[in-house]
């Protein structure tokens, strides 16, 4: 029996009306959880790649790419977890700052590589673009302070190097 990991799927798809729809179902009428969903348009705006993040082990992960297959807007399946990829992930947080907290929280965006992309009178808002595991360790390093609101995209990949999920077989 394999172990249950989380598996990065690419999908490209054509880029129709209803699609994201018909495949978030697929997940939910077999009982998979999404982890984690993005989708945007290729460098072929009739195509779209969606990233999902699925936990499971490879008979369950090979069980959903072959549905996936069976729907028609479908034009290809990868497991990125299989092969060498780069992965980010984006995030907004937005934390209560006084002018007594500011100088510490602007240390510790400067210390991710993070930056500020609002000030307000008693907030800031910071930008993180990374593996979930450094926006999360932001996060919470940024707890404390009081965090207001938070939004994450979810995980987007491409293969490492030369490789094209477009282009393999």
């Known amino acids: 029996m394999t172990e249950m990991q989380s598996h990065t799927l690419s999908i490209l798809v054509e880029n129709h009306y209803g699609v994201l729809t018909r495949v978030a179902a697929l997940f939910a009428r077999r009982g998979y959880n999404i982890d984690s969903l993005a989708v ?19 008979a369950v992960i090979e069980q959903v790419i072959k549905q996936l297959y069976k729907l028609i807007e479908v034009i290809k399946v990868v497991d990125l ?30 210390i991710f590589r993070a930056k500020v992309v609002d000030v307000g009178a008693n907030t800031m808002m910071i930008e993180i673009t990374g593996g979930s595991e450094k926006i999360s360790a932001l996060e919470k390093l940024l707890r404390p302070f009081g965090i207001k609101e938070l939004a994450r995209t979810g995980k987007v990949g491409l293969l490492r190097g030369p490789k094209d999920i477009s282009k393999e077989k």
């Open 40 to 58: 945007g348009m290729t460098e072929d705006p009739d195509v779209s790649r969606m990233t999902i993040v699925v936990y499971g082990d490879d």
């Open 81 to 110: 977890s299989k092969e060498e990829y780069v992965d980010r992930e984006l995030a907004l947080i937005k934390v209560a700052a006084t002018s007594e907290t500011r100088a510490d929280i602007l240390q510790i965006v400067e």
